[in-house]
């Protein structure tokens, strides 16, 4: 049985005051026992989150890791190795928002993925299609291809240790979400994908969706067969709707 998961990604939003703030309201949440939880702070603030919800069962990942494993001379980023250090568990491999406006590419997301489970980080891998990509009818293919990238440079067994977010980037912070079926199609022809390798990876690999996910559209999209849960961004900011997305998933 997969273990459902979810995790909020608080993207660039916060201060020391408001990350104060929704730690104390994490930290009054009931989450259920069967489900991860983990959040995704900026990475100034990954100490405080870890400190803050220290005795509570969240786990705390970062947004974005360098290609390199180890601490070396490149300015500006961070080692997955620091990550560690640090407390993290997880750490986010290929937001659409770094593809689009870091121009991240397969290439360096292969090396990103890999460091990451160099140091013993879980890579959560992120995918999904544009709406002018969907509307061509080419959402298999993209999707396809980011995962593809992986599997043939680091071998399915890559995932044995990793989950996937799909994405779609239409839905990201737009109040659209993908219906339950649009989402569960993807999720399956990802599941296929990767069966066609390993059935046993395939079957174990958390799949989870993400985009405009909310307390209101949580349990019906949780509640399809290749959908393990969820990747938070806007509704993750709300300590108590994040609870109740978390609950959603434990049902
Ligand atoms: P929203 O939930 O705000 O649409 O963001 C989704 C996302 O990008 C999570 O990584």
């Known amino acids: 049985m997969r273990r459902p998961m979810v995790a909020g990604n608080w993207?660039?939003?916060?201060?020391?005051?408001?990350?104060?703030?929704?730690?104390?309201?994490?930290?009054?949440?009931?989450?259920?026992?069967g489900v991860e939880v983990a959040v995704f702070p900026p990475c100034l603030y990954i100490n405080q989150v870890i400190e803050g919800l220290q005795g509570k069962s969240v786990a705390v990942g970062a947004q974005n890791?360098?290609?390199?494993?180890?601490?070396g001379a490149l300015t500006g980023e961070t080692a997955p190795s620091q990550l560690v250090d640090a407390g993290c568990e997880f750490v986010?491999?290929?937001?659409?928002?770094?593809?689009?406006?870091?121009?991240?590419?397969?290439?360096?997301l292969n090396r990103k993925f890999a460091a990451?489970?160099?140091?013993?980080?879980?890579?959560?891998?992120?995918?999904?299609?544009?709406?002018?990509?969907?509307?061509?009818g080419k959402t298999?293919?993209?999707?396809?291809?980011?995962?593809?990238?992986i599997i043939e440079e680091l071998g399915v067994g890559a995932f044995a240790n990793a989950v996937i977010a799909y994405e779609p980037v239409w839905a990201i912070g737009t109040g659209l979400t993908a219906t339950p079926q649009q989402a569960q199609d993807v999720h399956k022809a990802i599941r296929e994908q990767l069966a066609a390798e390993n059935t046993e990876v395939a079957k174990n690999v958390r799949l989870l969706y993400g985009g405009s996910v909310k307390a209101a559209n949580a349990a019906e999209l949780f509640g399809m067969p290749d959908i393990d849960g969820?990747?938070?961004?806007?509704a993750s900011l709300n300590a108590d709707e994040f609870g109740a997305i978390c609950r959603a998933a434990g049902n």
Do not use: W, Y
């Open 92 to 108: 986010l491999v290929g937001h659409s928002e770094r593809r689009q406006f870091m121009g991240e590419s397969d290439a360096t």
């Open 116 to 136: 990451a489970q160099a140091c013993g980080l879980t890579p959560v891998l992120c995918i999904g299609e544009t709406l002018e990509e969907r509307e061509a």
């Open 140 to 149: 298999l293919e993209v999707v396809g291809r980011q995962l593809g990238s």
């Open 230 to 234: 969820g990747l938070i961004g806007g």
């Open 11 to 33: 993207k660039m939003h916060g201060t020391r005051a408001s990350v104060a703030e929704l730690i104390k309201g994490l930290g009054n949440l009931a989450l259920p026992s």
């Open 65 to 71: 890791s360098a290609v390199e494993p180890m601490q």
